[in-house]
C-alpha cells in the first residue's frame, strides 16, 4: 500500500528503499519529522502520511516522543547475492536451493518483443509462465518465460513448477550454448507488487535474458523481477593494463566474500 499524494509516495518510497538497502539500520533513528520535511521540501503532514504506511508495513516502529526507528522484519534477512561475471551458473544452482509458486501457464502467439529478441516467426507459438520464486519463505523474484511450443510440449505444467526451466530444456534434447543477458530497473506494477509482496511502484531490479542452442536458435526468453531487498548482484573488477591504458575489468571466476 502506497500513502495518498504523490508527494508523500515520493517520501514513502525514497525512506522504504533506505532501509532496504542499509543506509537505514535495524534500530536506528530516522531523523524528526522537521527535518524530513525540510529535506523533502513537504509538509510535515506529508511526512506523517509517508511514515505512517512505513509503520503499517512493519518497517519503522513509532513512538511518541521518541521518534521513529527502524525495526527488523523478515524482509530484512541478507539478500540472496549473485556475482555478475557468473550469473548464469548462479541462477540455475539457485532452482535447487529455493522454491516456485506457478502463478499462470498458457500456450499462445508470443509478445512481439520476444518474437523480435528470439528470432521466431509471427505465426509461431509459444509457452508462457510466470513463477515467482520464494527463499526461506519470503518471495524475491518474479519470473515470465517464454519457450517455443515445440520444445515446451516436452515437460508438464507440474515439471515447470517443481524443476528449474535449464533442466527441462535439457531434458527436452536442447543443446544450449550461450546467452544474452541485460540489467535494468523498473517499478512494480499491480500484479507484479501483489505477487512479491511490496508496494505498488517500489523500484525492482530487471533482467531480460535471451538463451540459443548451438544452432542459434532462440530457445528461451526470460523476463525476471527482483526485489532488491532480497537480491543483490555483486562483481568483482580488477585494474589491467599500464600507464595511460590502465582500466578496470570484470574479474572472470573471481568472487568477493559477498559474491554468492
Known sequence: MLPEGAKARRVYLSLRDQ????QLGVGESL????????????SRVTVRRALDVLADSGLIVRRAGSGSTVRRTDQQEKPVAMDFTTLMPQLAEMGQSTTARLLSFSYGPAPEFVTRAMDLSKQEKVQIATRVRIAENAPFSHLTTYVPASIAQNYSEDDLATTPLFKLLERSGVQIKEAHQSVSATLAGPDVAEALGVAVGSALLSLKRVVRDVDNNGVEYLSALYRPDMFRLDMSLSRVGSGNTRHWEPAIGQHDDGGA
Open 19 to 22: 532501509i532496504a538497502d542499509g
Open 31 to 42: 531523523p524528526g519529522e522537521q527535518r524530513l520535511a525540510e529535506s523533502f521540501g513537504v
